[in-house]
């Protein structure tokens, strides 16, 4: 595939967009990837990164091989994830620790308006795709109502946690830095990011390359066989995080991860709980606002072919 400077350019933002949403527990970097249109391509890429590279290398020369991996996507967009790690990350825990309603707010907008997104892609609705939907909303529903574990910061379980967050990560509707709350890593992660912690941060890219190069093959395999199942799945995925990312929350229960005070347990309440609070037409505004950017950027993606 033939690509101007500018269309990398444009998978880079993709990629900031995609990492800006990873570092926040519960919104989906997979969910960006989708909504922006390169989910599959993504998927595929990551796929096909196997042994036989080598083989083309050593026989067809590192162009070759380049081509077929689709190095230039991967580095747009992980130089745009990687961006969004070490520069926005520090910005959206200070605007979730100050102005969590507002946030939420609007990642709930975007990510409804994406059910609808990826919904729609959907061919034919049957039976079956109603159940896949329905199990793949209640999986995530659970999996979104877990208590977080302990912290823990040794190497084998770090591999494990960049292992498994990563394969959340690459699954619309589950947030990598969610599951990482959930196992007790967030902490450890994001203060090694911080701290440049290079150490620390390679053990969870060892453990996230490997969960990722096994994770994708699966789920290329299902697109290419049960896309339509697959989709309804995806669809549910995100539905079934909603409760996660509801902006209005009611704290059960809290813990200390070393000096500072994490919530465990939540649950959704209704906005009229919180009578007078001055940041209610606010938070609906920007509700409204994250629905209607998913609308108005797949408007722009359909109509772009059109223009050229």
Same mark, same amino acid.
């Given at each position: 595939?033939?690509?101007?400077?500018?269309?990398?350019?444009?998978?880079?933002?993709? /990629?900031?967009?995609?990492?800006? *949403?990873?570092?926040? &527990? @519960?919104? %989906? =970097?997979?969910? #960006?990837?989708?909504?922006? $249109?390169?989910?599959?391509?993504?998927?595929?890429?990551?796929?096909?990164?196997?042994?036989?590279?080598?083989?083309?290398?050593?026989?067809?020369?590192?162009?070759?091989?380049?081509?077929?991996?689709?190095?230039?996507?991967?580095?747009?967009?992980?130089?745009?994830?990687?961006?969004?790690?070490?520069?926005?990350?520090?910005?959206?825990?200070?605007?979730?620790?100050?102005?969590?309603?507002?946030?939420?707010?609007?990642?709930?907008?975007?990510?409804?308006?994406?059910?609808?997104?990826?919904?729609?892609?959907?061919?034919?609705?049957?039976?079956?795709?109603?159940?896949?939907?329905?199990?793949?909303?209640?999986?995530?529903?659970?999996?979104?109502?877990?208590?977080?574990?302990?912290?823990?910061?040794?190497?084998?379980?770090?591999?494990?946690? /960049?292992?498994?967050?990563?394969? *959340?990560?690459?699954? &619309? @509707?589950? %947030? =990598?830095?969610? #599951?990482?709350?959930?196992? $007790?890593?967030?902490?450890?992660?994001?203060?090694?990011?911080?701290?440049?912690?290079?150490?620390?941060?390679?053990?969870?890219?060892?453990?996230?390359?490997?969960?990722?190069?096994?994770?994708?093959?699966?789920?290329?395999?299902?697109?290419?066989?049960?896309?339509?199942?697959?989709?309804?799945?995806?669809?549910?995925?995100?539905?079934?995080?909603?409760?996660?990312?509801?902006?209005?929350?009611?704290?059960?229960?809290?813990?200390?991860?070393?000096?500072?005070?994490?919530?465990?347990?939540?649950?959704?309440?209704?906005?009229?709980?919180?009578?007078?609070?001055?940041?209610?037409?606010?938070?609906?505004?920007?509700?409204?606002?994250?629905?209607?950017?998913?609308?108005?950027?797949?408007?722009?993606?359909?109509?772009?072919?059109?223009?050229?």
């Amino acid at each position: 595939m033939q690509r101007s400077f500018r269309d990398y350019f444009t998978i880079t933002l993709k /990629g900031i967009a995609m990492g800006a *949403a990873d570092v926040v &527990p @519960g919104v %989906s =970097g997979g969910t #960006i990837a989708f909504i922006s $249109g390169i989910y599959e391509e993504l998927i595929a890429t990551i796929g096909g990164v196997n042994l036989s590279l080598l083989k083309v290398w050593r026989t067809e020369g590192f162009s070759s091989m380049w081509k077929q991996l689709n190095g230039s996507f991967l580095v747009a967009l992980l130089s745009g994830i990687l961006i969004s790690v070490f520069t926005l990350m520090r910005l959206t825990n200070y605007l979730l620790e100050t102005h969590p309603v507002l946030i939420w707010s609007f990642f709930f907008g975007l990510v409804l308006s994406s059910i609808w997104f990826v919904g729609k892609q959907i061919p034919k609705w049957n039976f079956k795709v109603v159940i896949a939907l329905l199990i793949g909303a209640g999986v995530a529903f659970y999996i979104v109502s877990l208590p977080p574990m302990g912290g823990n910061s040794s190497s084998l379980f770090l591999f494990f946690a /960049g292992a498994v967050a990563v394969c *959340a990560m690459i699954l &619309p @509707g589950i %947030s =990598g830095a969610f #599951i990482l709350l959930l196992l $007790g890593a967030y902490k450890t992660v994001t203060e090694a990011a911080h701290a440049f912690d290079i150490k620390t941060l390679a053990i969870v890219a060892v453990g996230a390359v490997f969960g990722l190069l096994s994770f994708s093959k699966l789920l290329k395999w299902l697109f290419n066989n049960y896309s339509t199942i697959t989709l309804a799945v995806l669809t549910g995925f995100i539905a079934g995080s909603l409760n996660k990312i509801w902006p209005w929350k009611k704290v059960l229960e809290t813990a200390t991860f070393g000096d500072k005070e994490m919530v465990v347990r939540e649950s959704s309440v209704l906005p009229w709980n919180f009578p007078g609070d001055p940041q209610m037409l606010f938070a609906v505004a920007l509700m409204v606002a994250g629905f209607v950017l998913i609308i108005a950027l797949e408007h722009f993606a359909t109509q772009k072919p059109l223009s050229e």
